[in-house]
């Protein structure tokens, strides 16, 4: 199994500032996926990231909003911009294992507040 | 739409009794079905998965679920529950047709008492 780390694990930040949150795997892999699971839901899919291309946005996500890097193939890092109290949330990054259609590890996460 | 259903917000079991968390989903084809755990102020443990084959799959810390095709369900089993079960867990689908993206249950909470 990979092994993730997120940096910062949390955060309070004042609405209107923009937040990084960096994800580091311990191996190389193709497609990194940003989740975010706001308080007392499910988790809900940001973006997929391959290295090299723009991330691709599911319905909702804009990337004005969440800019998402993915330099390498064992890091990527999320911003959340322009902040509101309902940004407050986790931010999970996750990746496949062994390729597609596997389980996915997820990193601890960022739990992330806004006031 | 592909859809995960988890009917119960929360399971409340007494230490040593059987348990079990309920799934259902709603995906075209045969998907891949996962569970995961969530212990507080963590991140998700996977638990276990059903690609093919058996319909019963063993998974971590004794935990097992069933995959029943005709009922579209994938129900987490555990024969003896323990304290330190209690957790959020989370049911997961994958399409098989797809790059595949998970879609996630909204959780069931599993409190164990002692």
């Known amino acids: 199994s990979a092994v993730i780390s997120q940096k910062p694990s949390r955060d309070i930040c004042q609405r209107g500032t923009s937040l990084t949150i960096q994800c580091q795997v311990d191996?190389?892999?193709?497609?990194m996926f940003w989740y975010r699971q706001q308080p007392g839901q499910s988790l809900t899919l940001i973006a997929t990231?391959?290295?090299?291309?723009?991330?691709?946005?599911e319905s909702g996500f804009v990337i004005d909003k969440f800019p998402i890097s993915r330099p390498n193939l064992t890091f990527s890092t999320l911003t959340v911009s322009n902040m509101s109290p309902e940004d407050s949330s986790i931010y999970l990054c996750?990746?496949?294992?062994?390729?597609?259609?596997?389980?996915?590890?997820f990193g601890p996460g960022t739990r992330l507040t806004v006031l | 739409a592909q859809s995960v259903a988890q009917p119960e917000d929360q399971v409340n079991v007494a230490e040593g009794n059987p348990l079990t968390v309920k799934c259902t989903y709603s995906?075209?084809?045969?998907?891949?079905l996962f569970w995961y755990v969530q212990y507080p102020n963590r991140g998700l443990q996977f638990l276990l998965k059903?690609?093919?084959?058996?319909?019963l799959v063993k998974g971590s810390y004794g935990f097992e679920a069933e995959f029943n095709k005709s009922q579209t369900s994938f129900h987490l089993k555990k024969p003896s529950a323990l304290v330190s079960d209690s957790a959020l867990y989370f049911c997961?689908?994958?399409?098989?047709?797809?790059?595949?993206?998970?879609?996630f249950g909204k959780g069931t909470k599993l409190s164990v008492k002692p």
């Open positions: 191996s190389q892999v193709t497609m």
């Open positions: 996750s990746v496949d294992s062994r390729g597609t259609y596997n389980e996915q590890f």
């Open positions: 997961a689908v994958r399409d098989r047709g797809s790059q595949g993206n998970l879609i």
């Open positions: 990231a391959n290295q090299g291309s723009e991330a691709t946005y």
């Open positions: 059903y690609i093919t084959g058996d319909n």
């Open positions: 995906v075209s084809g045969n998907p891949y």
